[in-house]
C-alpha cells in the first residue's frame, strides 16, 4: 500500500514538474478561433459596457470567447491567461487590476507569441508588446474641468476643490488626477488648496473618505470624481449636508466627473452636473478587436500598438449637439433611469 | 471485486490524490489540452507557492488552531521585499508613504541595486513573516486568546499596515535575481519546486522523525494532557505560527517574485484555497491530524481545479458556482469516507 502511494505520488510530481520536457511548448489549438476575454471584477458600468460590447462582437464574428473573471486578484488572472495560453487560444484581451500586474501578463503572453490586447487600463511601461486602447484620461480631464473652472470663476471668490483619487496604481487614475491638477495649478486665483480624497475605485471607500472630508472641509464647493460610478457616493454624503443643489441654485456645488456613463448622463440632464469627461467606449472596444483579429489574421504574434481615444467633454454648454456622442447618455435615452441607477 | 476496488479507494488515506487522478483522465477526455507540457508546467507553477502556504497553515491546524493572518503576512512580506529591492519608485506615486524620505527615494531603498538587494530582501521578508508568526504564537500561547480571533485581527492590521506603507501602491522594478525564482527553471523544474521541496522536506522531518513533531500532534489531540505529560505547550505553540509565517513570507517570495512586483494586496483572495485545499487535503481543523502528503494532495486538488476551471469554456459567473460544487462534492466524499471508517474499526 505504501509503495502504491509513493509510485503514485512520484508520479504527479513527475508529471507536474517535468511537463515541460516531452510535450510541445503550446496546447493542441482548438480547431475554432478562440479569444481569452479575462477581466477583473466589472464593478462598473464603463466595464459592464465594455465587457458586453466586446463578448457580443466576438460572439457575432463566430469566435469563440473564453471569459475568465479574476475578482481584482492580478496573480489569479495571470494563471487563468497561462492557462488560456496552453488552451491554444489564437489571442487574449484583458482587462489588468493594475499597470504592474498588466506588464507582467502581458510579458507572458509574448513569450507564448499570442497576441493581446489590453483594454482601457494601459500596463505601467512599455516593456512588453501589445494592443494598448487607452483614452487620452489627462485631456478629457481637463477638458472637464475648465468647464467647471469656468463656473467657479462666475462664484466671484476662491473655489474649495475637492477630488475624488482613483487607484493611483492604475494609470487611468493618475492621468486624470493630473488633468485636474492641471487646471488647478493654471488658475491659482480661483481656487484655494486641493483636498484629495482616495477612494481605490471602491464606491464604499470613496462614501466613507468623502465623509470624513467634508467633515473637516465644510467650505467644499467643486467636486471632480475620478469616475462616474462614484456619483450615487458623492450625492449621499451632499443631501444631507443640504449641498446637493441643482446648478443655479444657492449652494449649488460645481459637479464634474470621467467616464461618460449613465448616471452622468442622468444627473447632467436633471441639472446637477455641470460636465463629465467622456471616454468613447464603443470606438476603444472596436478598435481594440479590429486591430487584435486583424494581428491574428495575419499571424502576428506579439503585435504592439498603443491607440488613443481623443474623448471629450460633455457639458452644460454643448449637451444640446453633444449628447447623444456619449455612450452612456446613449443607455441612459434606451433605458430611461433603469440605466442610471 | 469493482465495489471492493471502489471502497478500498474511499478507505484510503491517498483518497484525496485518487481523486486528482480520476479528475485529471476524466478532463483528458474532453480537454486533452489539460496535459500538454505547457500546462502542465503551468500546475506546477500554480502548486507549489500554494502548498508553501498549506504546509504552514498544517502546522497551525494540527496545534487545534487557525491561522487567517497568512495572505496579509504575504501582503506585508511583499512590500518589504519590494522595497528594499527595487531600483526605481515613482515619487508621484510613493512621496506620501511614511517612508519616503527615510527609506525610500526615486532610487528604491539604500541597499537597492547592490549585490546585497536580494539576499537582504529576501532575509527581511523571511524575518519579518517569522516576526507576525512570533506575534500570533505568543497571544495566542501566553495572552491564551483564541487563535481566530488573534489572526484575524492581525489579517486585518497586517494587510492595513501593507496598504499604509505604500499608500496602497505597488512596487515595480524588483531586481532579476529575484524575480527568476518565480519565472525561472532548471532544465524543465521550476526553481519553486525546489523552494517548496525544502520546505516540505524540513515539516515531514519536523512532524514525522522528531519530538518537536509527536510534541506538536499532543498538543493538537489534548492540551491539558500535553501539560500533564510535561510537553513545554507554550514554545510549541509559539513554534507553529513562527512557522506559518515563515512559510507564507516563502510563498510571499514566490508569488511576488512571479508577478514581478511587491504588492500591498498580495494574497488577499487566497485563505479559503489554503484552508479549503488543508481540510480537503485530510487535515483535521480540530487539530491532532495532519501529514506532508496530505497537504500536497489538497493543495494538488486544488491547483487542477482552478485549472480546469480556467480552461473550460464556462460563463464567468458559472465558474465560482462549479467550484463551490465541486468541492462540496469532496467534502461529501471525505464525509462518507470518514462514516465508512468508523463503521470498520467498529466492525
Redesign the interface.
Given at each position: 500500500?505504501r509503495a502504491?502511494?509513493w509510485i503514485?505520488?512520484s508520479v504527479?510530481v513527475a508529471?507536474?514538474?517535468?511537463?515541460?520536457?516531452?510535450?510541445?511548448?503550446?496546447?493542441?489549438a482548438p480547431a475554432r478561433t478562440?479569444v481569452c476575454f479575462a477581466f477583473q471584477d466589472l464593478e462598473t458600468e464603463f466595464w459592464v459596457a465594455g465587457h458586453k460590447a466586446i463578448t457580443e462582437t466576438l460572439k457575432s464574428k463566430g469566435i469563440?470567447?473564453?471569459?475568465?473573471?479574476a475578482?481584482?486578484?492580478?496573480?489569479?488572472q495571470?494563471?487563468?491567461v497561462?492557462?488560456?495560453?496552453?488552451?491554444?487560444v489564437n489571442g487574449i484581451i484583458i482587462i489588468p487590476q493594475?499597470g504592474?500586474?498588466a506588464?507582467?501578463i502581458v510579458g507572458e503572453a509574448n513569450k507564448?507569441g499570442v497576441p493581446i490586447g489590453v483594454f482601457n487600463r494601459p500596463p505601467?511601461?512599455k516593456s512588453n508588446a501589445a494592443i494598448v486602447v487607452v483614452a487620452d484620461n489627462e485631456r478629457i480631464s481637463e477638458l472637464a474641468v475648465s468647464y467647471m473652472a469656468e463656473q467657479a470663476r462666475r462664484l466671484g471668490r476662491k473655489a474649495t476643490p475637492l477630488i475624488l483619487v482613483g487607484?493611483?496604481?492604475d494609470n487611468n487614475a493618475?492621468a486624470r488626477r493630473k488633468g485636474f491638477m492641471n487646471v488647478i495649478e493654471k488658475n491659482p486665483d480661483l481656487f484655494n488648496a486641493v483636498i484629495e480624497v482616495?477612494t481605490?475605485w471602491d464606491a464604499v471607500t470613496a462614501q466613507a473618505n468623502l465623509e470624513a472630508a467634508m467633515q473637516s472641509n465644510p467650505g467644499v464647493d467643486f467636486i471632480f470624481t475620478s469616475s462616474d460610478q462614484m456619483y450615487p457616493q458623492i450625492r449621499a454624503v451632499l443631501e444631507p449636508l443640504g449641498k446637493w443643489k441643482k446648478i443655479g441654485d444657492p449652494g449649488h456645488v460645481i459637479l464634474g466627473g470621467v467616464d461618460g456613463d449613465a448616471r452622468a448622463a442622468r444627473w447632467m440632464k436633471e441639472g446637477y452636473v455641470d460636465a463629465t469627461g467622456v471616454q468613447d467606449l464603443f470606438y476603444e472596444a472596436d478598435a481594440l478587436l479590429t486591430e487584435l483579429l486583424r494581428a491574428i489574421e495575419a499571424g502576428e504574434k506579439t503585435p504592439n500598438k498603443w491607440i488613443e481615444d481623443p474623448g471629450f467633454a460633455l457639458t452644460q454648454a454643448n449637451m444640446a449637439e453633444r449628447a447623444m456622442d456619449m455612450w452612456g447618455y446613449k443607455l441612459f435615452a434606451e433605458q430611461g433611469p433603469a440605466a442610471a441607477r | 471485486m469493482g465495489r471492493r476496488f471502489v471502497r478500498r479507494g474511499l478507505l484510503?488515506?491517498?483518497f484525496v490524490?485518487?481523486l486528482?487522478?480520476v479528475f485529471f483522465a476524466i478532463l483528458y477526455l474532453f480537454?486533452?489540452?489539460?496535459?500538454?507540457?505547457?500546462?502542465?508546467?503551468?500546475?506546477?507553477?500554480?502548486?507549489w507557492p500554494l502548498l508553501a502556504l498549506v504546509l504552514g497553515q498544517m502546522f497551525v491546524l494540527i496545534l487545534g488552531g487557525i491561522d487567517l493572518s497568512q495572505t496579509s503576512i504575504m501582503a506585508l512580506t511583499s512590500v518589504v521585499g519590494g522595497m528594499l529591492m527595487t531600483t526605481q519608485l515613482d515619487p508621484?506615486?510613493f512621496e506620501k508613504s511614511p517612508l519616503w524620505g527615510i527609506l525610500l527615494s526615486p532610487q528604491g531603498s539604500p541597499i537597492s541595486g547592490t549585490a546585497l538587494a536580494v539576499p537582504l530582501g529576501i532575509l527581511a521578508m523571511l524575518a519579518a513573516g517569522m516576526f507576525v508568526g512570533l506575534l500570533n504564537g505568543l497571544a495566542v500561547a501566553k495572552g491564551r486568546m483564541p487563535a481566530f480571533m488573534v489572526t484575524l485581527v492581525s489579517m486585518m492590521f497586517f494587510s492595513g499596515l501593507a496598504i499604509y506603507l505604500t499608500?496602497?501602491?505597488?512596487i515595480?522594478y524588483l531586481p532579476g535575481g529575484f524575480t527568476m525564482l518565480g519565472a525561472g527553471?532548471i532544465?524543465?523544474?521550476?526553481y519553486s519546486?525546489f523552494v517548496v521541496l525544502v520546505l516540505a522536506a524540513v515539516a515531514q522531518v519536523v512532524l514525522k522523525h522528531t519530538v518537536l513533531g509527536r510534541w506538536f500532534f499532543a498538543v493538537g489531540k489534548s492540551i491539558r494532557t500535553s501539560v500533564v505529560s510535561g510537553v513545554p505547550t507554550e514554545r510549541v505553540v509559539i513554534l507553529g505560527y513562527v512557522f506559518s509565517g515563515f512559510c507564507a513570507a516563502v510563498a510571499s517570495i514566490l508569488?511576488s517574485a512571479?508577478?514581478?512586483?511587491g504588492?500591498p494586496t498580495?494574497?488577499?483572495?487566497?485563505l479559503l484555497d489554503v484552508i479549503g485545499a488543508a481540510v480537503i487535503g485530510g487535515i483535521s481543523l480540530f487539530g491532532g491530524k495532519g501529514k506532508v502528503?496530505w497537504a500536497?494532495f489538497g493543495a494538488?486538488f486544488f491547483v487542477l481545479l482552478?485549472?480546469a476551471l480556467?480552461?473550460l469554456?464556462l460563463?464567468?459567473?458559472a465558474?465560482p458556482v462549479v467550484k463551490g460544487a465541486v468541492i462540496l462534492l469532496a467534502a461529501l466524499l471525505d464525509v462518507t469516507r470518514t462514516r465508512l471508517l468508523a463503521r470498520e474499526i467498529v466492525a
Open positions: 500500500m502504491w502511494r503514485c505520488v504527479a508529471a507536474l514538474v517535468a511537463g515541460g520536457i516531452s510535450c510541445s511548448r503550446r496546447g493542441d478562440s469563440e470567447v473564453l471569459e475568465r473573471n475578482n481584482q486578484d492580478a496573480n489569479r495571470l494563471e487563468q497561462r492557462a488560456a495560453i496552453a488552451r491554444g493594475d504592474e500586474s506588464v507582467t507564448a505601467a511601461n487607484d493611483l496604481g493618475v482616495p481605490k | 484510503s488515506e491517498n490524490l485518487y486528482s487522478i480537454m486533452p489540452y489539460i496535459a500538454s507540457g505547457r500546462n502542465l508546467a503551468n500546475l506546477s507553477s500554480n502548486l508621484t506615486l499608500k496602497s501602491e505597488n515595480m527553471e532544465g524543465p523544474v521550476p519546486f508569488y512571479r508577478l514581478a512586483c504588492r498580495l494574497g488577499q483572495n487566497l502528503l500536497f494538488l482552478s485549472n480556467s480552461m469554456a460563463p464567468f459567473y465558474e
